[in-house]
């Protein structure tokens, strides 16, 4: 999207719902609230910056996968996958709307525990049990598999080749904006600084704009990703979300694979897969000691790269010793502080905010089931596809948090 492609005012001053950030999770809302059947409502998506540089959408490494404990969390990905394998029926048959291949090249989740193999073990008789096609392997049925692996210390792993890996996230992202917009969404690049409520405080009035524009609205959403915080401040609302780094690497191999290479899940933290003609490996810094990012810090540490990145490849897989990098950079996952689940749903007492919020680097992959279900909540009253109350804010005022065993 280019910069200055979204006019800076908007054309009215008043809408029904008011979304605050246009990356993933404001496309994808905005699209389903004008796919919901009787919803003709209007819609304006704000969004500080419409090159979206610096969004987590921008540096999204666009994975799938149906490997976690919690059964909503599989559903909403098996959805995430019916969406995408069929993206030109849901887009209306739009025969403009290309064709989305979901590169199911699968994950292989490792543990080099007996205690994290036993969660594996556990977590495949969910996955199992909800359709998916996960199976616990020994360390010799991945050797077979995958001979390329080095297994020492791996005890076993999770596989699963359907509808898990890749798929081409920008395609979509573009999509719904665009189908979006041609039916009536309208996108400004402006930045909400303040929010007005009624005297009882149950509700948001209206929305102040950067540029000193003050809007009315029936319904405010934060889908404002590692600033959700911010965001939901504006009302004196607190959220347990900060930007938190992750590093991604691109790499070419000497001598490449003769096979596709899973998304693997290395018990030291990397993870790393084919990547078309290359090979793709990320990961945070240090899970146990890492801080919140300044929102604008997107500076790649190199050093990294020499001492975590290539040394954890280049053991996994030995074949990977002679190894160029190609492109990196640093993104900022929207990290939930209370359990790494989304945060959707309105808050307890101001009946009008809604949160989108907290995927912890999982939004991509949930963005077409999670933003259907705010959709409906907006437009019904209810989630009517899938049950997300599993997800609501009720569950950060009570400190109760919702486990899953499966974040990455």
Known sequence: ????????????????????????????????????????????????????AFSSTAHTNSCIRQQFSAPINIKVSQFGAEFIKNFRSFMGGDE??????????????????????????DVQVIQQAEGAGTKFWSRDEIAAAYPFYNLDGIIGANHNLVDEGYFDGGTIFDWWKRSGRE??????ENEVVSMQKNAAGTAVDSVTLKSGEVISCGTVVNASGPRAARTAAMVGVPLPVEPRKRYTYIFDAEKPLDQ????????????????????LAGGGADEHTEEAADYDDFEQ???LWESKFWPAIANRIPQFEAIKLVNSWAGHYAYNLLDQNAIIGRHTKIDNFVFVNGFSGH?????????????ELIAYGEYRSLDLTPFEYKRIEDNAAFLEKAVI
């Open 96 to 121: 403009r709307v290309p064709d989305i291949l979901l590169q199911s090249y699968g994950y292989m989740y490792m543990a080099n525990t007996e205690a994290f193999a036993n969660t594996l073990r």
């Open 183 to 188: 039916r009536g969404v309208e996108y400004i």
């Open 260 to 279: 596709d290479l899973p998304l693997t899940i290395d018990p030291n933290g990397v993870h790393m897969r084919t990547d078309g003609a290359y090979y």
């Open 363 to 375: 939004g991509f992959q949930q963005s077409p089931a999670m933003g259907r279900g705010v959709a």
């Open 301 to 303: 540490d190199h050093s």
């Open 1 to 52: 999207m280019a910069q200055g492609l979204y006019p800076k005012q908007a054309k009215r001053s008043s809408y029904d719902v008011v979304i605050v950030g246009g990356a993933m999770y404001g496309a994808s809302v905005s699209w389903w609230l004008t796919d919901c059947a009787g919803f003709d409502g209007t819609i304006l998506v704000i969004e500080r910056d419409a090159s979206y």
